[in-house]
Structures are given as C-alpha cells and as structure tokens.
C-alpha cells in the first residue's frame, strides 16, 4: 500500500500520489448511514488534510472510506511549511491545550506543520472536477476552504474570500463544502475564527448564500468551555449543516517550529476529542436547529468510532491513523461488520 512519506515535502507527495486506486473487497457496514443528508454505505471519512489530490481521494475511496475530503484550499496560492510537516511526538494522552511536547522517532501522533498550502485556483478547481466526475457513484466529496487575509482586511473581507471558495468548490463539483474555522499551525487571522460567534456566524451566512442547498460543515478546534461552543453553535445553527471537530490539540514541541505551538493529531488527542464530542453532542441536542456532528481527532479502531457515534456524532473521520495505515478503513469496515 502506497502511504504519505513523512521524510518528503508536500509537493512530492502530492505528485508521488497513487496512479491507480486498489482493487479490494470493502465489508459492507450493517446499518443505514448518511452525510449531511447524503445518503452512505457507512460512517467512515477521511478528514480534510491527507487527500492532496484527485488521486489520494480515489485511492483512500478504494479503502473503504465514503466520505472524502479536499485538503483546504485557498483563494489564491500558497506554499507549504518546509520540513517538517509531520514531526512524531512522545505523548501522554492530551487533556487540553498548551502541553510541551517531546519529539519522537515515531509514534501514534505527530505535530501537524503545512500551514495550510494551496495550488492556484486554476489547478485545484480543474483538479476537483476531474475528482468528482471520476469517484464512484455513492462516494462524498467534501472540499475544506479557508479565507487568505490580507493586512487591513475586516471580517467582512474574511467571509466574503471564504464564499468564494465555497462558490467555486461547489461548481468544480463538490457535494458539500468545509470552511476550515480552525487551523493551529497558522499565526494569521484565519486560525482561530471558531471562537468567535460573530465570526463563525457571518462566515457560515456568507458561504451559506454563496452555495445555496449544497451542504456547509464547518471544522472548528478546540472549545474552552461549554458557554463559548453553545454560542458558536447557536450563531452557525441557522446556515450550517454539520460542525466537524476537533481540529486537532494545541501544543508546542520542544526545540521546534520556532517554538510556535502546532496542532497534534493521532491517538494523543483520541480521549479530549471524544469529551469534545460528548459536550457538543448535549449542546446540539438541547438545540432545535438539528445541527450535525462530525467526529474527528485521534480516530484510530471499531472502538472509536463506535464511541463518537454514541457520543452524538452522525459520521466519523480519520486522518492520522489512515496515513499511518492506509487499510485502517478496511479494518474498521470488517470489525463493524462483525
Ligand atoms: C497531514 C495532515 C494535514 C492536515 N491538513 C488539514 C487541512 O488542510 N485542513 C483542516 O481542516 N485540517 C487539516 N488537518 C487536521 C485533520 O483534518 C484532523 O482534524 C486532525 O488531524 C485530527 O484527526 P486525527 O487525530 O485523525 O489526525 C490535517 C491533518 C493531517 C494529519
């Protein structure tokens, strides 16, 4: 099975993609399953970040996964991070943010550093419609997006660059779209914009108009406590269809990254992101808008995604563990079935 090369830069991963998606036998996953109201053969995604491409998608939608989602693109170009991109960590289970990591040789977590690249639009755009015109009938294609602020811009500038996005996502093809509200390894102002209700609101209106029915999920990170979810969520209810979280934890590495914290993914986040879930899950409810849940951090077994179901969660997705892995979802599907 081809996998992400850790020791290699995002551009030659993205051109190493796999040229022919695998022929394997997917179990079939008891149950009736669906995607923001799409309807699925299970709860398995992957989680925008290690599809850099067409050819990535249609390799992991081989691999027993449904639901597939575009690694966030922007409005305009943007380089990667240099090395690394993907750096393992020594890590305890993480109850929250602002830990000092070790660097490990290898591991179950890794420090996520790509800054949130991106090809042209030009590249992308003709790039996802080639995506969804090939996946087969039945697989969901998302595509993540984020707003590129300049100096000077205003929130209103922000959610006009996320819609569009949105508005170009949706006519390349995709079936629903993602505005990343979240990304730890950025400095600038689109890091951290679920935090704010006002923010997350007139983005998610924004991409909202911009998209029409197509539905809108919103990754977010993070919380710090209940009040402060329940007025993001009671603020995106009326224009979103799903919140995806979490965005990863916070930390720093010691020695790296220029001592700028970066966000963990992998089995360190699994037990704080199903206690996300489950604090999400009740605000939801107790909610009238029927917003869905994503799962997403630290995903790795049958267990977990039983676990984010119970939680609340109407789909589960995998990033980590399914680069580490690639048969990750095959796995899962086979112990579902069992
Ligand atoms: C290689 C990699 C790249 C990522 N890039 C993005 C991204 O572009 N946009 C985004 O919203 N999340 C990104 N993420 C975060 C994942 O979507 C996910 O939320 C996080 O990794 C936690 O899930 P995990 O524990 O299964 O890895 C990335 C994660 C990884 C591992």
């Not at 699925?40 to 925008?48: I, Y």
């Not at 009938?137 to 998302?142: F, N």
């Not at 029409?212 to 009326?238: D, M, Y």
Request: aromatic share 6%; with cysteine; net charge neutral.
């Amino acid at each position: 099975m081809t996998s992400y090369d850790i020791s290699k830069s995002y551009d030659w991963n993205y051109d190493q993609a796999p040229a022919e998606p695998p022929r394997v036998t997917e179990s079939p996953v008891p149950g009736s399953w669906d995607f923001c109201g799409i309807p699925v053969a299970s709860p398995l995604g992957v989680p925008a970040g290690p599809l850099l491409n067409g050819r990535w998608i249609r390799y992991y939608a081989a691999l027993g996964f449904d639901v597939l989602t575009y690694k966030t693109v922007r409005s305009r170009y943007r380089a990667c991070y240099d090395l690394p991109n993907l750096l393992p960590v020594k890590a305890e289970p993480l109850q929250g943010e602002g830990s000092t990591l070790r660097a490990a040789a290898f591991g179950d977590s890794w420090a996520i550093s790509f800054g949130m690249p991106s090809k042209d639009p030009s590249e992308w755009r003709a790039d996802v419609e080639a995506t969804r015109r090939s996946l087969p009938p039945g697989k969901v294609l998302v595509v993540s997006v984020v707003a590129s602020p300049e100096p000077g811009w205003t929130i209103d500038d922000v959610a006009r660059d996320f819609a569009l996005c949105a508005r170009w996502a949706v006519e390349a093809g995709a079936d629903v779209v993602e505005p990343n509200l979240s990304c730890p390894n950025v400095c600038t102002q689109e890091a951290d914009l679920y935090l704010s209700p006002e923010a997350s609101g007139q983005i998610a209106a924004a991409v909202r108009d911009a998209v029409g029915k197509i539905p809108v999920a919103l990754k977010t990170g993070l919380f710090g406590h209940r009040e402060q979810a329940a007025a993001v969520i009671a603020a995106v209810a009326p224009h979103a269809n799903a919140v995806s979280s979490t965005n990863s934890i916070t930390a720093r590495v010691e020695g790296e990254f220029g001592g700028l914290r970066r966000g963990i993914g992998g089995a360190c986040i699994t037990a704080r992101c199903l206690a996300e879930l489950r604090m999400l899950g009740e605000i939801v409810r107790a909610s009238p808008a029927g917003l869905r849940l994503i799962g997403v951090g630290g995903v790795s077994n049958a267990r977990d995604v039983r676990d984010r179901l119970a939680a609340g969660a109407h789909h589960v997705q995998i990033a980590t563990a399914a680069m580490l892995d690639p048969t990750v979802g095959l796995r899962i599907r086979e112990e579902l079935a069992r």
